[in-house]
């Protein structure tokens, strides 16, 4: 009877994982899709422009389904394709990972797969920064003063974030030197 309640305890404990494993294959799978998106439609579209007759503002050198934006300020567009392009990869990454059979039961894989996920997340709050920026005029100060804010706010709060998991760290790890020494001692 003790023995099946174990089981039972275990295996309750098993599925719990599993769905963290879910979960996690579930953002990481919406966060590659919204960069994909982002990819084959991105910030300020792309050219549509007939072979025959060019609208006055393109150039020649503005060819059909070539990103405005890359045009028009490509610093901006290389920002945002730098920071989407490492939000897609990580995320795949993730998944590729999970396919893959890796699993969160060992600490190490647990922190790899939390901090392709911080980088993932990051990379697309980062790489959305830029679309706004692309998509809002320059005169509408109080949208720049937002996202400003809003990269702040993000900073800090994966300051604390870290923060907090180090000092957790630090402390857990304390606590299990200090636990094994109590042992060594328990047997001498």
């Known amino acids: 009877m003790v023995m099946m309640k174990k089981f039972e305890k275990y295996s309750i404990f098993q599925k719990a994982e599993e769905k963290k494993d879910e979960h996690l294959l579930i953002a990481a799978s919406v966060i590659a899709a919204i960069a994909y ?29 070539e990103s405005l934006l890359g045009y028009f300020d490509s610093n901006l567009s290389d920002r945002f394709w730098i920071f989407n392009t490492i ?60 996202l400003n804010i809003g990269v702040i706010a993000w900073g800090i709060m994966l300051f604390v974030t870290y923060a907090c998991a180090w000092v957790n760290w630090i402390w857990t790890r304390d606590d299990q030197v200090e636990a094994a020494a109590r042992h060594t001692d328990n047997i001498v």
């Open 87 to 146: 939000s897609l990869l990580t995320s795949l990454s993730v998944i590729f990972f999970y396919v893959s059979g890796l699993s969160l039961k060992r600490k190490f894989q647990v922190w790899l797969m939390r901090v392709a996920m911080w980088i993932t997340i990051s990379s697309m709050a980062i790489a959305y920064v830029f679309a706004v920026r692309a998509t809002n005029p320059s005169t509408h100060k109080d949208t720049q003063k937002t």
């Open 37 to 65: 998106s982002a990819a084959i439609s991105p910030p300020g579209g792309i050219a549509s422009v007939d072979a025959g007759k060019p609208p006055a503002f393109a150039p020649n050198s503005l060819k059909p389904s």
